[in-house]
């Protein structure tokens, strides 16, 4: 070992000391302790199901597939049904930062294999269907959503419409309960539309596209084209509270003439329906909030144009029309990890046409109507991701639009969801709604009764099915639906009841082309 002396040979072993202490303030300093960067997020997919494939890949594809046998016991003379239905989707998705534009081609294929298909009879029915989408986000608090939808497609009809009642050909479905409040966002954001403010009767998936398309018999084809145009301007300037404009302006009902030159919105009417939403989410605590909102919109009936006894075309038969308003606002509580309760209430203001006539057929003006409004949701998951139970319950109190009728009535509904999934990919699902329509207080002439919100026609639906569902890609389901409806009495006439039973098989896959 080298002697310290001879290096430093001015001094002596005392000097030692100082010099260590020299070098150890000259050391540099150790670099501050770093945080471990944070492991990059996954490219791969948000956790989902078949039924609510991930967000947003680059190219994507695949089909939903459902064979139905269908039987109406209420129309026992009437042969079971054996059709197909099959839809494909392609879709593409474009980024730029936070930014995106889409563009969706999901067309819907229905091939009846047996039963009564018509006189003459169908080989298929096909309806065109496309979506295209642009998410904007130019600061990090504010958003733009625009959406326009598309749905063509030919079905036949053998009778004009105005020859039977407008109420029975209402479609058995009522409200889409996908879409009804609490689907938009977590916390029940509630899309335009869905409480028949815009005028959208949406009938469940197995039923036809068109309320009217259902109940008629076939012979005649006739164009139908319905667009919707969406925009959502959304301003976060917290983390859980929101403000939000909806707007929205639907276009639903026959296009064009048919060969002999009869106006197709004879056979199905043509509805359009403005409609706007401003609503505000305001979480005081993350379990305590509130959501108040109000929307107003306007629907009108076109049926057309005719001939006159001198076979001169009459043109713009024109139809009824009607508005709704409406304000709620409900407490939003959130107990505890994907859970969200909502109650709330409000008041609704409506003009409706009438639905009596006088002795002469004189159509009377429209009439200006009052209901309360009531909302109630509870939605959530209790468990992990692959082994949990889903549960949807749901009712609400709201005013309801037909579409082919025209006319705006008070609705009573409620909903029940549930699924289960095992860790295995099992799982079981049901549902069950019932809906209500009620009184206004109105003349239905004869003997009907019409109080205010009594009880009139309902409709009621109820599904199960057990299935595998692997990850997001594939799932296979078997189950059966009922569905029931009632329609509300209209003077003497004795309603027509409708029932519905299918059993049916779905097949579901999709693929992420390229992420």
Not at 316 to 321: A, I, K, R, V, Y
Request: proline share 8%; charged share 25%; aromatic share 8%.
């Amino acid at each position: 070992m080298a002697d310290v002396t001879k290096v430093f040979p001015s001094g002596g072993r005392h000097q030692i000391l100082p010099v260590l202490v020299l070098l150890l303030m000259w050391t540099p300093a150790a670099a501050p302790a770093q945080d471990k960067p944070a492991p990059a997020k996954k490219s791969g997919v948000k956790a989902g199901s078949a039924e609510n494939p991930g967000k947003d890949p680059l190219f994507f594809m695949g089909f939903k597939n459902e064979a139905r046998i269908r039987t109406e016991p209420s129309k026992p003379e009437k042969e079971d049904t054996i059709e197909n239905d099959f839809r494909p989707k392609i879709g593409l998705n474009l980024k730029a930062g936070p930014h995106l534009f889409g563009l969706v081609y999901n067309p819907r294929l229905i091939t009846p294999f047996s039963g009564d298909k018509g006189n003459p009879p169908r080989d298929y029915v096909l309806t065109n269907r496309g979506e295209a989408k642009i998410r904007l986000r130019p600061v990090n608090t504010f958003r733009i959503e625009l959406k326009q939808q598309v749905d063509v497609g030919a079905r036949d009809f053998k009778n004009p419409a105005p020859a039977l009642d407008p109420d029975e050909l209402a479609a058995p479905g009522g409200e889409d309960e996908e879409s009804a409040a609490g689907a938009a966002e977590e916390g029940g954001g509630e899309e335009l539309g869905e409480d028949g403010v815009s005028g959208d009767d949406t009938p469940p998936d197995d039923l036809a596209a068109d309320p009217a398309v259902d109940a008629l018999p076939e012979i005649d084809t006739v164009l139908i084209l319905d667009a919707i145009t969406k925009a959502k301007l959304e301003l976060e300037p917290s983390k859980n509270n929101k403000l939000s404009l909806m707007l929205e302006f639907a276009r639903r009902g026959g296009m064009g003439s048919l060969p002999d030159g009869t106006d197709s919105n004879n056979l199905v009417p043509l509805v359009l329906s403005p409609a706007a939403r401003l609503e505000g989410l305001f979480m005081f605590t993350k379990m305590h909030g509130l959501r108040a909102g109000a929307q107003a919109g306007l629907n009108t009936v076109d049926y057309g144009s005719g001939l006159d006894e001198g076979e001169e075309e009459i043109e713009g038969f024109g139809g009824p029309s009607s508005w709704v308003t409406r304000a709620d606002a409900s407490y939003v509580l959130k107990p505890f990890a994907k859970n969200t309760i909502e109650l709330g209430g409000g008041a609704s203001l409506y003009s409706t046409p009438p639905k009596a006539f006088d002795e002469e057929d004189e159509v009377l003006e429209n009439q200006t109507l009052f209901i309360p409004v009531a909302l109630a949701l509870w939605k959530g998951q209790a468990g992990p991701s692959k082994h949990h139970v889903k549960y949807k319950l749901q009712g609400n109190l709201l005013p309801f639009f037909n579409r082919v009728a025209g006319d705006v009535l008070p609705r009573l509904s409620g909903a029940l969801e549930l699924k289960y999934l095992t860790p295995i990919g099992l799982f079981l699902k049901g549902a069950a709604s019932l809906a209500a329509d009620l009184g206004d207080g109105q003349d239905l002439g004869g003997e009907t009764s019409n109080g205010y919100l009594e009880p009139k026609g309902h409709q009621r639906m109820l599904s199960g099915g057990v299935g595998y569902e692997y990850q997001r890609w594939f799932s296979i389901e078997l189950g059966m639906r009922q569905l029931y409806r009632r329609p509300r009495q209209k003077g003497d006439k004795e309603p027509r009841i409708n029932e519905r039973l299918n059993f049916f098989t779905v097949l579901t896959f999709n693929w992420d082309v390229a992420r």
